[in-house]
């Protein structure tokens, strides 16, 4: 089992920046990749960044050059920094564990862009 609590969430202004945090616990050795999703209001829920124990990344076309996905070793941390932040970028962002044969989701963290 894989326990993921997300923070860093909250109110930013368009052209600002963000930092979200990924907690994981319990089984942590079993993480192999860690991903960030968001869903937006009416929309689907998608992947932002996505990490995996031996390094390797990937972004949504809609966020590359803007965000930044990193954790450290252990994947027990995982991170996503977010830079000129638009108003289109609102929405719950999600963290993600695949570990095993299993996924485990955070309860999400609200990221609202306005002035």
């Known amino acids: 089992q894989v326990q993921l609590v997300e923070s860093g969430g909250g109110l930013a202004q368009p052209g600002g920046s963000l930092r979200l945090s990924c907690a994981a616990s319990g089984s942590i050795f079993s993480i192999y990749a860690v991903g960030w999703y968001r869903q937006g209001p009416g929309k689907q829920r998608e992947l932002v960044a996505g990490?995996?124990?031996?390094?390797?990344?990937n972004y949504a076309d809609s966020v590359k050059g803007r965000f930044t996905i990193s954790g450290d070793n252990g994947m027990n941390m995982v991170y996503l920094e977010m830079n000129s932040l638009k108003s289109e970028d609102t929405a719950v962002y999600y963290c993600?564990?695949?570990?095993?044969?299993?996924?485990?989701w955070g309860q999400g963290t609200q990221v609202t862009v306005s002035s």
């Open positions: 993600k564990a695949e570990a095993g044969f299993q996924n485990y």
């Open positions: 990490l995996t124990r031996g390094g390797r990344i």
